[in-house]
């Protein structure tokens, strides 16, 4: 691998595509971007000043046939996405991807067989697994400081679809595969999985269209998952507050403790309140702050140990927090709740921690 790492762009104007380029600034000696191909009909309206005289071409393929690099950042529909990242891993070249990858499980299998193949390192946006509050719950939840899981609440609300408009093609189902829990859900679905060491054994899930803007794809809804020790886990979201706004809330409670967290709170970088016993008269209370965090680009610094994480496994230094076994689980997860929804049934599944 060259230094600096030799990176290709392919997609200048998805969604994350502008959070992702300046991401990627904040590597200036270890990251030189090479090669564009902009996609979305060759639409450039993002791409930045300073890469203006950066090469660019209509196809992967044209690119790969002149362009030396080590790598390429993805950031394409669903629909366009396996075929092309395939293509690249089979070519050898290292992958961050942005997430889900594909729409279906079935759909990223050429991406799995190509990817291990090839033996190239790669990685996806799921940022939440370099959060600091999230990894010290995570560690809570390994050392059985919950005791006894009981459940795990998420809430992921956000703008109604009014705002990108409903003929954005994030809500396409031909094109995305699904709406909100395949933008959006998914990263708590992921991160659940990080989380919390148990089994998935059931999915019960009521997704569909609930707000105001009629769609072809899912602007929300609840899911049930059960937890072979016995726990449940519910994700309550959807597009449905009538502005720009968000709001994110876990619970995560057990027999010894529980833990609110809130990972947006203003003016932080997360905030956990954390419950715990009470032996003899004093009782376990805590509130941590993680700190405001200014670093810019898609996710910040968990974006910043992200891209870190992905550039030491293209050195050779093992997976990424990310898999391509993980981001396949993420997908079959997906796979059951549309299924759950569409049948109006619990489905029996098994999907381990990861």
Wanted: charged share 20%.
């Amino acid at each position: 691998m060259s230094y600096p790492f030799r990176l290709a762009v392919v997609g200048v104007d998805h969604p994350h595509g502008a959070h992702w380029r300046q991401l990627l600034a904040q590597f200036p000696a270890e990251i030189e971007i090479v090669a564009v191909v902009p996609a979305f009909q060759g639409a450039l309206t993002s791409l930045e000043e300073r890469l203006a005289s950066v090469p660019r071409f209509a196809t992967v393929g044209e690119m790969l046939a002149r362009v030396p690099l080590d790598g390429a950042m993805v950031a394409l529909p669903n629909d366009e996405t396996p075929a092309v990242v395939a293509e690249l891993a089979r070519a050898g070249k290292h992958l961050l991807v942005e997430k889900p990858v594909a729409s279906t499980a079935d759909e990223l299998d050429l991406v799995v067989e190509a990817v291990t193949a090839a033996g190239v390192a790669f990685q996806t946006g799921y940022l939440w697994r370099y959060d600091e509050a999230a990894n010290r719950l995570k560690r809570m939840l390994a050392e059985g400081q919950f005791g006894k899981l009981i459940s795990v609440e998420m809430l992921y609300a956000t703008s109604d679809v009014r705002r990108r408009g409903p003929d954005h093609f994030l809500f396409d189902a031909s094109v995305s595969g699904g709406g909100f829990f395949h933008w959006l859900g998914c990263h708590y679905l992921d991160l659940l999985r990080y989380l919390v060491p148990d089994t998935i054994i059931g999915v019960t899930a009521r997704i569909g269209v609930f707000g105001a803007t009629p769609l072809e794809v899912d602007d929300g809804g609840t899911v049930i998952l059960e937890f072979e020790s016995g726990g449940l886990a519910t994700l309550v979201g959807g597009y449905w507050l009538p502005r720009w706004a968000g709001e994110n809330r876990w619970s995560i409670r057990g027999s010894n403790r529980w833990v609110n967290w809130e990972p947006a709170r203003p003016g932080t970088s997360g905030v956990l309140e954390i419950h715990g016993p009470q032996p003899q008269w004093h009782a376990m209370e805590e509130t941590y702050y993680v700190a405001a965090d200014p670093t810019p680009g898609y996710g910040g610094r968990r974006g910043v140990d992200l891209v870190s994480d992905w550039l030491r496994s293209a050195r050779g230094g093992g997976p990424c927090r990310n898999t391509i076994e993980s981001t396949r689980d993420v997908l079959r997860l997906l796979d059951l709740i549309h299924t759950s929804s569409r049948e109006g049934r619990r489905l029996a599944c098994r999907l381990p921690p990861g």
